[in-house]
Structures are given as structure tokens and as C-alpha cells.
């Protein structure tokens, strides 16, 4: 019997991936619990399993006096109970051992064997999971709805795992079906006595950037680089009707000859379209990310044209002008673009109209029109230079760089704006999902 057990810890090795030893070492803690129990036990023990014949005998142990025996007690951290020795500091060639095996012991191991073992197997298998889901923080995993309520967590089988999505990471417009295929992204593995809580999200902007890493070869090359992901997820409008949410990524190509934004759109819109359809329609908007912040900011409000950006480095503010028939576009719905782009690129942005900067120019002191060092020498509509810094080894600033300076004799009546060149569609931000 003895030896069917080590042949039953050989085959659960094989097949669970336990280690042997483990199992050995949960054997004798389970031994040395059911020999406690017996009539006449006496009160330091030690089991021994001999790992070829399976025999297994247990030992009296007696220490000398200069052994604090009460300091390497062990206890059950729930129960209090005493389980058992802590032997790992004790040279043993010091402790008398005397073997003290019942003559039914062999009974008492086929009794309790079994049970211990198979919850030790359990605890193992959930000690794996856990060191296998904890390494596996912000990827991307599909499961299997099993359980959806609107006001709950929904239940997503992983295979080995039921993890869980929280009503704080689902997205407000969708239903998750019993037995819908979803993806999601882990953000957080939390370990409990039932094994390791698996915690999904439909919400991070981790999901984003590994849906593009899955669909879009020269990402997972690293060929191309997402910069950054600005997003909000669909929700309820007053009139209960769903939203569709939108979302703002800016890449950049780590390769010559790769356009960055040319292959997260992919041939005829086929990658981002796959995106898309993943995230249910959400809208998104691909940015050519730049250095230079008022190019960046610029396309970063993609799909309104701009004309003019003045930026504050110290204060990180940057003033928008659009022309006037593109200001509710610029802005967003309920201000959603405008607060992409400004979560995007990490700028304070106020959007304004022509007519309103003019408004607002019209209202200005100006000071000497010859400006400071190092200022832009672009002239804007009334006559006045622009207030931006010059770049380095230039008259003029980056929104200006094509700037062409008016005829001496139209000087004074330069009525025309240095513009920012209009983005076209291939170059200036890709943008695809539902209105």
C-alpha cells in the first residue's frame, strides 16, 4: 500500500507539474497530524517517508536542554494549532531520535493520505495559477462570458480560471452575452484562499494598445510606437440612448520608410476597422505624434483644421484658433475633443474661434511691434508678431516655418494669417468608427 502511494505521487507530478518533493513534504505533514491523534503519541514527532520503498516510520525526538523546543513550534495561522516543527535551524546531529511507529500506522497513512493529499494538490495548483496570472498583468486574454448582470460582475472563463469583470471596468453601452467571446486586459491578480482573482477591464487603455499590438505587425515589431492613448469609453446620454465612445492614440515610427500612422490604418482601413469592430464601434483617431508641441497639439485635434497655435512652455497652455465653421467641431461633442487631444498630449488647450481671436486681439495693448530676441517674426492678422519662440537657427516658429513675409509696400495692410498647413487625411490622423 505503502508503495502504491509513492507511485500516486509520481503520476500527480507528471500530470499536475507538482513538484515531488512537495508532495513528500505535504505527506509528512499530514502523517505527523493523523499520528497526533492516535492514543499514547508522543509530543515531538517526526515522520519519514522513504521515497524509494514508501515505508514510513515516525520518530520521537529529544532534544537537549540548551533547545528552546517552544521557539520552533509551528502553528496554523486560522486554527492556532500546533502542526508541527520548524527543524530548518536545528543541527539534528544533536537531537535523539527513536523510532516510535504504531503498528496500525499503515492503516492510519491509507486513512488520511488520500484527503490531505488531494487538498495539498488543490493549494499547489492555485500557488501555480496565482504565479502564472500575477506575471500576466496589462495582457490581452479572450474568455467566455458565464455569468452577465448589468449590476454585478460578469464571470469571463480563462481556461484554468474564472476571472472577473468588475462593473467599474465593463463599458456602460455593452451586454455581455452568456457564452460571448470577449477580450479584455488583466489589471490586478489578488490571491485568496479559492485561488487566484483574476480582475479584467474593458475600460484601459492597456485594451487599446494591445488590440493595435495584435493587429498590426510592425507594433509588435516595434517598428512603430504608441506614444500615448487618450480615451473615454461609450456611455448613456440623457435620453438613454448609448454614445459610442472615442479614443485618441499617438504613434511614431522607430523605422525609415514606415508611416506610422498609414500602418495602424492598415490596406483600405482593414487594421484599425478590426479595432473597431473589437470595441464596438468606438471611434479612433490615429495622431502622427511630434516633439514640437504645437504641431502635436494641432493634429492632436484632428478632425477640425486649425489655423494658428500659440503655446505657453512655462505654463503649458496652448491657444487654438480654428476658422470659424470648425469651432463645434474642434471643441466635440459635450467637449470630448477637446479633451482627447489635451489628455493626449498633456497641454491645457482653450479653442478659439477666428472671430473670437480677432474679438479679443482687437481689445489687446500691444507692445513694441519689433518683439524681444528670439521672438517669431511672422505678422499676424493685425499687424503684430507673433508671440511665439523662434526655433533654433530660424526667424520664425514651427507653426510659421512656411511663413512668407508680405510685400514692404502691403506692410501695413497684412491682413492674412500665417496658417498651419491644412492635415490631409492620410497624413494629418486616420479616423474610423460609427458617429
Not at 500500500?1 to 505521487?9: H, K, P, T
Not at 496570472?133 to 495582457?139: A, K, M, Q, T
Not at 505587425?217 to 500615448?228: F, H, Q, R, S
Not at 513675409?405 to 490631409?424: G, M, N, R, W, Y
Request: charged letters at 35%; hydrophobic letters at 35%.
Amino acid at each position: 500500500m505503502s508503495r502504491d502511494i509513492i507511485e500516486a505521487l509520481r503520476q500527480i507530478e507528471k500530470e499536475k507539474g507538482i513538484a515531488f518533493d512537495a508532495l513528500v513534504v505535504a505527506l509528512e505533514d499530514a502523517l505527523l497530524s493523523a499520528y497526533k491523534k492516535t492514543p499514547n503519541a508522543v509530543e515531538h514527532a517526526q515522520v519519514e517517508v522513504d521515497t524509494e520503498t514508501g515505508d514510513m516510520r515516525v520518530y520521537e525526538l529529544i532534544f537537549p536542554d540548551h533547545i528552546d523546543v517552544e521557539a520552533l513550534k509551528v502553528h496554523d495561522d486560522e486554527t492556532g494549532e500546533e502542526i508541527g516543527l520548524d527543524l530548518s535551524g536545528v543541527d539534528m546531529s544533536e537531537v535523539e531520535r527513536v523510532e516510535v511507529t504504531p503498528d496500525d500506522f499503515g492503516r492510519i497513512a491509507a486513512q488520511t493520505a488520500k484527503q490531505v493529499i488531494l487538498q495539498r494538490i488543490r493549494e499547489a495548483e492555485r500557488d501555480l495559477m496565482y504565479e502564472e496570472y500575477v506575471d500576466r498583468v496589462g495582457e490581452l486574454v479572450t474568455g467566455i462570458v458565464q455569468q452577465s448582470d448589468p449590476r454585478h460582475n460578469t464571470l469571463v472563463e480563462l481556461g484554468r480560471v474564472e476571472a472577473e469583470l468588475p462593473r467599474g471596468e465593463q463599458i456602460e453601452t455593452e451586454h455581455y452575452d452568456h457564452g460571448a467571446r470577449i477580450k479584455a486586459v488583466i489589471v490586478r491578480v489578488e490571491e485568496s484562499a479559492k485561488g487566484p482573482q483574476v480582475k479584467l477591464s474593458r475600460r484601459s487603455e492597456d485594451l487599446v494598445r494591445k488590440l493595435f499590438e495584435l493587429e498590426v505587425p510592425e507594433i509588435a515589431d516595434g517598428l512603430v510606437e504608441i506614444k500615448m492613448v487618450a480615451r473615454e469609453t461609450g456611455y448613456r446620454g440623457r435620453d438613454g440612448k448609448p454614445v459610442p465612445g472615442r479614443c485618441k492614440i499617438a504613434v511614431i515610427s522607430n523605422a525609415d520608410g514606415v508611416d506610422p500612422v498609414g500602418a495602424c490604418v492598415g490596406p483600405r482601413g482593414s487594421r484599425v476597422r478590426m479595432v473597431v469592430s473589437e470595441l464596438r464601434g468606438e471611434r479612433i483617431d490615429i495622431i502622427p505624434y511630434n516633439e514640437d508641441a504645437a504641431r502635436f497639439v494641432a493634429k492632436a485635434l484632428s478632425p477640425a483644421r486649425v489655423r494658428e497655435v500659440i503655446v505657453d512652455d512655462e505654463e503649458r497652455n496652448a491657444t487654438i484658433i480654428v476658422p470659424d465653421d470648425q469651432l463645434s467641431l474642434a471643441i466635440g461633442k459635450e467637449g470630448q475633443n477637446a479633451r482627447l487631444a489635451s489628455k493626449l498630449t498633456g497641454w491645457r488647450i482653450d479653442i478659439k474661434s477666428q472671430q473670437q481671436m480677432a474679438e479679443a486681439e482687437d481689445n489687446m495693448e500691444f507692445g513694441d511691434d519689433e518683439g524681444v530676441d528670439g521672438q517669431c517674426m511672422a505678422v499676424m492678422r493685425t499687424g503684430k508678431r507673433c508671440p511665439n519662440q523662434a526655433e533654433p537657427g530660424s526667424r520664425y516658429c514651427s507653426i510659421h516655418a512656411d511663413y512668407v513675409a508680405p510685400e514692404p509696400a502691403a506692410k501695413s495692410e497684412a491682413t492674412a494669417d500665417a496658417e498651419v498647413p491644412d492635415a490631409a487625411p492620410d497624413a494629418g490622423g486616420a479616423e474610423q468608427g460609427g458617429e
